[in-house]
């Protein structure tokens, strides 16, 4: 099928527009006796739905049915700040991060339809934010970057790229790391590169001995071989570098509708208060983490 | 055409026999089972409609002459069926008619069978979809296949059904794959000698295109045949032999992950017992990350209906960057030029090119633009059967420059799409449903996945010309020139019928359903049906008379993708019905009493 499809319907402005619109309008009647914005909603109901991944761990993952990870450890705190219970949906990733949007914030899938009140771990790049008209992206509060951690006896030395040569490099398929290292150098590290379906399965491997080395988001590494019972084999996570397009590091942040901007400023707040006194940053670290202020490079 | 002559008679006897059997059997529950027999002289028998493509090669030609270029002016609505509830999306659908039936699927998953005499609803089947699923283009279907008692179907969630063609009861149910890992199911199902052969319609990453051919009765898998080079293919459970030869044409284990999907299904050709499938894109997207053809990717593929192998493939776009998804319906027909018969097919690419192969071995024949402007390649040498590029790929994202937009032609959704194409053996054109737009593509860093930064593209579509996008056109195959051609103001995007009444159908986004003169291109009727036509048309005759039946109900990927298109289709009413047509006869009632 079509590996272009989400670009393009992020780029079909004209269609989101009737879409959105379709949508303001449904959104306008279904919500008027409940007051216009989610927050005054999610108050009559006590409870916020938070939407996050499914199947992505250390964020949101489950156990036995039980809700695991940063992100649900997240919205359960920014729902207690707001005085709310918090319930979690997951869904199955889109394409890319517009799909998701569209699907879990402000329209509803084709098939099933309803949407959550807020989504965690949502891209926030200026010019991404910037051109988003059905929801609000705030509430910067991570940055991410792209890390690598080896095993120290088959790595002597690692400092660039091209030390991964002759490596054997996990990393989940179709990723940045992925993407960047199979196009790196006219293709020196494509017979090096070991393409697993997640992040987690790549980490896995790297743990089993079955790679020399595994590339992810930092957050992500880390927790993931913290999870997997890395028994400190592995180095300390290093950024790795990349050139031309492609970026490195990005900052994540949360997402509502764009008709409840009540629901934003409260969620805002919340959130920079958890920033301020230290109560995401021992999040993360429970998990294995270290918590890094979006901004910094 | 001697395989068709000395199939007519056995065609007419079998056509005989069903129709009998279909008279006593009237009272009685059990349908008239639908044979291998049957199947294989659909395209013969003017009665019933057993398969989608009208017949095993997919010519979507009727024998029927009643409604002909003359009497078309006649032609008048018999029936509509609404498909009713609030799923009003895409309906492309072809009917088949059997055994006093018509079977129609729809939009979301649904299927129904419908009187044949008065359209009346006998029963309805609603697959309970999982809820959020993510279908790729839109929640449509295109259409069921019949055998033995049953009627068959794919489903959104990538499940296949079997129901029992009297009673709507479900038989047998089957998975293609796991729609969490974004697998859907939407082209119709082929039966060859008993098997039912589908393929799979998959999300971005992690997909390998693969042929199923399974049995009918009873859902079983009986072969699988991958068509991504490296993949170990399977008959009867044994291994069954790699598709081509592991990193032949792929670097490292990109083949794992390749792409190439079948999403819209195969042909067959019954001399030379191969079924042919179209194959999509590879993955991943940037062309520069998988240096070499990557095969089978983008390709038409032969593969032997009894051995499950790979007999020969033809690549339309190696290395593809542009999203030229090859799956296009390669249709085989006898050729006839420089007064010899030559044993064909024909496809008309994503790409813009219309292929006329060797359907006994793959041997390309020619190779003619059936669009107005191709950027990518300036034809294609006949000798190694490749495209001559003309340096019109997107940068490369690594090389440390900004990526500068490309303008290509045609554009991703294709010089053709999904819809179908008709030939006609009488007057020996294929009938080209064709879309005249470009796209402006480039790399699009700031873009996300599971919260992650990734490197898509992006893309702009943009129409050629100010006064149409959609052309119908008429193809020589003999000399790969357009004979004439229909300007539409909308893209085209329902399927081709042409019937020996020197009649083309075809369906418009504006709502008509319209006929042309096959010869001259003439549009001699149409009809308003009041919602976007992107079904596929088809004929039947019943107690003397012939019928159109066509679903209509606007979607499928323009409205979500057109970008500086959906300008042009977004006033479109949505909606879901199908519209059934017969010659007005004076003085009798031509609205069927129920």
New interface residues.
Partial sequence: MSLFRTSVRLLARGILTVLALAATLLTGVAFADEGDDRLDLVRKKGAIEFVVYRDFPPYSYQVDGAFKGVDVEMGEALAAALGLKATFKTFIPGDDLDDDLRNQLWRGTIVGGSVGDVMLHVGADPQYVARQDKVWIFGVYFRETVSLSFDPKKFPDYSVLEDLEGKRIAVELGSIADLYLTNFNDGALRQSLNRYPTANEAVKAFVAGKADATIAPRGELQGLLKLNGENGRASPAQTVQFQGLFRNAWEIGIAVKRDSPKLRDALADALATMIENGQLKAIYARHGMDYQTPGLK | MNHKIERTSIARAVGLIGLAAAASALPAVAAVPVTDAMIANDQNTPNDVLTVGMGFSGQRFSTSTQINSDTVVDLVPAWSFSMGGEKQ?GQETQALVHDGKIFITGS?SRLWALDQKTGAKLWSYEHR?????????D?VNRGAALYDNLVIFGT?DAKLVALDQTTGKVVWTETIADF?G?YSYTAAPLIVKGKLITGV???????VGRVEARDAKTGKMVWTRPTVEGHMGYLNGKENGVSGKTNATW????W??G?A?T?LGCTYGADTNQIYCGT??P????A????GDNLYSTSTVAINADTGKIEWSYQGTPNDHW?F?GVNEFISFDMKKDGKTVKAGAKADRNGFFYVLNRTDGKLLSASPFVTKQTWASGVDLKTGRPIESNNRPG????????SAVFAAPS?LGGKNWMPMAYSGQTGLFYVPANEWGMDIW???????????????????KPLYDDYIGALRAMDPATGKVVWEYKNPAPLWGGVMTTAGNLVFTGTPEGFLKAFDAKTGKELWKFQTGSGVVGQPTTWEMDGEQYIGVASGWGG?V??????V??KV?DISQGGSFWVFKLHKSGKATVAQN
Avoid: H, M, Q
């Fill in positions: 999306r979301y979809l999982p809820e959020g699923i993510v279908p790729c283009c929640v959104l969490k974004g319609s998959g999300g971005e990453f992690g997909v670097p490292g284990d990109l794992k992950t792409g999907a999403w999509g894109n993955a991943p997207w940037n520069f990350t998988r240096p999203d998804d490369n994202p690594g090389s440390g420059e900004k990526g991703f790399n699009e860093p700031i873009t996300y996945k599971k919260g992650a930064a990734y490197l898509g593209a992006g893309f702009t579509i990927a409205p979500l993708w057109g970008g500086e959906a300008k977004k």
